[in-house]
């Protein structure tokens, strides 16, 4: 059997830089099959994508992919641990995934070693931790402070993609996964705010060029024509945010996921002061809470995430196909160890993980001023020769 190259993504959207990676696998494993386990509606950061679902799977598959499908949203809005625990987890039990690409600016042995002490801390590195933790920063940069101290070279740490690779690593050993590591070295600035000819591309600078107006450069930097609709702009749900925000309980607001040391008090205040998203952010944002944190607690708020629900939904129950590559893969889903859905409609209805995907489609839709009912018009892409058609998966 061929080897198959599994990736945690968002393609929000997908990029040159994507597409390089791609090619690197191949590079090293030529006749690796790839399988893109990407997010739905919103991202990782508490953001809606620009783009639907459906559109960002298209050009995964026009780019060289075999496979994209969605991963729930009460893993795909989460901190990074829950991010890639809910990915790995999804592709293993796909039960034919062999491998994890994932971008790293370090070699892995070093990545292995700091994933091992983080799974089984020494007492050097747990005093380390409370230190940095007690100077009143936030828990990824106390971490990443704490591992540089005891492995050395503590800037390495605290890289954007060496700590989701560091996630990565943690859920195959955490969750036992046979998932071989394959890491990516990635070159350029990937969070670069401004595009430039010279280097790989961000997907934050594709966004703010597309978003502006400049939709040459940011379709230069995609290699493809970006959709002009439909969009959901990043600020298009503000003003339902600040209503939620305004409306809810300080109780209620407390239950949500990593709103703790009365962070729903300030929240609530924060809420009334401000008139968007960004503003509220800013006025949240200290040492301790980080902005991307801060983020995704406005989305676990609008999408009624609290954290009970995601204690008692701690392991995916499903994956939804987005699409797929002719003479591909498909054969191999009926053999998955996880439920794979097609059709929205076919879906278990009191599966709650359903729910809040449906929720999120809703959301998404009111944002792009779309009609409701998008998790269910949205068909699976499928490649053929020439052409992105509409097809479900064979039965």
């Known amino acids: 059997m061929h080897p198959v190259v599994g990736i945690i993504c968002e393609y929000d959207p997908f990029h040159r830089g994507h597409?390089?990676?791609?090619?690197?696998?191949?590079?090293?494993?030529?006749?690796?099959?790839i399988v893109c386990l990407m997010s739905g509606c919103f991202t990782q950061r508490g953001m809606p994508a620009v783009h639907t679902p459906r559109t960002r799977a298209e050009a995964a598959l026009k780019a060289g992919?075999?496979?994209?499908?969605?991963?729930?949203?009460?893993?795909?809005?989460?901190?990074?641990?829950?991010?890639?625990?809910?990915?790995?987890?999804?592709?293993?039990?796909?039960?034919?995934?062999?491998?994890?690409?994932?971008?790293?600016?370090?070699?892995?042995?070093?990545?292995?070693?700091?994933a091992a002490l983080l799974e089984s801390?020494?007492?050097?590195?747990?005093?380390?931790?409370?230190?940095?933790?007690?100077?009143?920063?936030?828990?990824?940069?106390g971490q990443g402070q704490a591992l540089g101290r005891v492995l050395g070279d503590e800037e390495r740490f605290s890289r954007p993609n060496n700590?989701?690779?560091?996630?990565?690593?943690?859920?195959?050993?955490?969750?036992?996964?046979?998932?071989?590591?394959l890491p990516v070295i990635r070159?350029?600035?990937?969070?670069?705010?401004?595009?430039?000819?010279?280097?790989?591309?961000?997907a934050s600078a594709i966004r703010k060029a597309f978003l502006a107006g400049e939709t040459a450069s940011a379709d230069e930097a995609c290699g493809y024509a970006l959709p002009r609709s439909p969009v959901c702009a990043p600020d298009a749900l503000d003003r339902l945010l600040l209503w939620k925000l305004r409306t809810a309980s300080a109780d209620a607001l407390s239950l949500l996921p990593d709103c703790t040391e009365g962070l729903e008090n300030r929240?609530?205040?924060?809420?009334?002061?401000?008139?968007?998203r960004e503003e509220l952010l800013s006025l949240l944002k200290t040492r301790r809470y980080a902005h991307t944190r801060l983020?995704?607690?406005?989305?676990?708020?609008?999408?009624?995430?609290?954290?009970?629900?995601?204690?008692?939904?701690?392991?995916?129950?499903?994956?939804?196909?987005?699409?797929?590559?002719?003479?591909?893969?498909?054969?191999?889903l009926r053999q998955s160890g996880i439920p794979v859905i097609s059709k929205a409609a076919d879906a278990d209805a009191s599966d709650l993980l359903l729910a809040l995907d449906l929720r999120?489609?809703?959301?998404?839709?009111?944002?792009a001023g779309l009609p409701s009912g998008l998790m269910y018009t949205q068909g699976v892409a499928v490649l053929s020769t020439n052409h992105i058609a509409m097809e479900e998966i064979p039965r």
Request: aromatic share 8%.
């Open 295 to 332: 983020s995704r607690l406005c989305t676990h708020a609008l999408l009624d995430m609290d954290a009970a629900f995601l204690k008692a939904n701690a392991h995916p129950s499903y994956v939804r196909l987005l699409g797929f590559r002719r003479g591909g893969l498909t054969a191999l």
């Open 19 to 33: 597409a390089h990676q791609f090619a690197l696998i191949r590079q090293k494993l030529p006749e690796a099959r």
């Open 187 to 202: 070159r350029g600035d990937y969070h670069a705010a401004e595009l430039s000819r010279n280097e790989w591309p961000s």
């Open 65 to 114: 992919a075999d496979l994209v499908l969605e991963m729930p949203c009460a893993f795909s809005v989460r901190d990074a641990e829950h991010f890639a625990l809910g990915g790995v987890e999804i592709l293993t039990r796909l039960g034919f995934v062999t491998h994890l690409s994932f971008g790293a600016e370090d070699d892995t042995a070093l990545l292995e070693e700091a």
């Open 267 to 276: 929240l609530k205040s924060c809420a009334a002061q401000a008139s968007t």
């Open 163 to 181: 700590i989701l690779a560091l996630c990565y690593l943690r859920a195959i050993k955490r969750l036992h996964s046979p998932l071989i590591p």
């Open 121 to 141: 801390p020494t007492p050097a590195f747990t005093d380390a931790l409370k230190e940095a933790l007690d100077a009143g920063g936030s828990f990824a940069a």
């Open 360 to 367: 999120a489609y809703e959301l998404w839709a009111l944002g």
